[in-house]
């Protein structure tokens, strides 16, 4: 299996700050990974694919990069919905897809 | 607008069988697209249980694939998830989810609102 691997685990920030999510493959995976964003009791949402293409309908403070074993999720000028879980998961193999293990977002 | 709706027993027995359906409205499953079920345990992260074409081919999760079955039933818009011998550490909310391709890359965008499944005596 590819393991993905996201630092940090959890991380504080304040409403207008600029965070970055790094999801490292243990091998390379090309830009075959998506970022999801999930709340409390809620299915996770699809935000980025393909490593750096925005989901419809999602706003462009949220960006992608990377390519190959690294990769990075910017959120510029954090809003208050924007405290979550997010989870990197990568799509190069589908035996199996695998997931990070989720960096939670928390307010200062 | 495609919508996903989870249902089964709340509550599995060990050794027993987990079984849910996902029904689907807004998009008939026959056009095309792979479905999935995704289960996460409480307080931990996202794990891939496997996913299903309209077809009926399915591709499963190698550490999964012994106990699980995928089907689908186009006439009534729904897949199902069975998973055999479950024990506590099966305890997880269970979500399925639109497995769609986008250029080459494989993405889950749309998901239902999931429901949690109890392994207990």
């Known amino acids: 299996d590819i393991q993905m691997t996201q630092s940090p685990s959890s991380l504080s920030a304040s409403v207008g700050d600029r965070v970055t999510i790094t999801c490292r493959a243990s091998?390379?995976?090309?830009?075959?990974l998506n970022w999801y964003q999930q709340k409390p009791g809620k299915a996770p949402k699809l935000l980025i694919y393909?490593?750096?293409s925005l989901q419809s309908g999602v706003p462009s403070r949220f960006s992608g990069s990377g390519s190959g074993t690294d990769f990075t999720l910017t959120i510029n000028s954090l809003q208050p919905e924007d405290f979550a879980t997010y989870y990197c998961?990568?799509?190069?193999?589908?035996?199996?897809?695998?997931f990070g293990q989720g960096t939670k977002l928390e307010i200062k | 607008q495609v919508q996903l709706q989870e249902s089964g027993p709340g509550l599995v027995r060990p050794s027993e069988t987990l079984s849910l359906t996902c029904t689907v409205s807004g998009y008939s499953i026959s056009t095309g697209y792979y479905w999935g079920w995704i289960r996460q345990p409480p307080g931990k992260g996202l794990e891939w249980i496997g996913s299903i074409y309209h077809s009926g081919n399915t591709y499963y999760n190698p550490s999964l694939k012994s106990r699980v079955t995928i089907s689908v039933d186009t006439s009534k818009n729904h897949f199902s998830l069975n998973l055999t011998s479950v024990t506590a550490a099966d305890t997880a909310v269970y979500y399925c989810a639109r497995d769609s391709e986008v250029g080459a890359t494989r993405l889950f965008d749309y998901w239902g609102q999931g429901t949690l499944v109890t392994v207990s005596s």
């Open positions: 998961q990568q799509s190069y193999t589908t035996l199996p897809y695998t």
């Open positions: 393909a490593a750096s």
């Open positions: 091998q390379s995976i090309n830009t075959y």
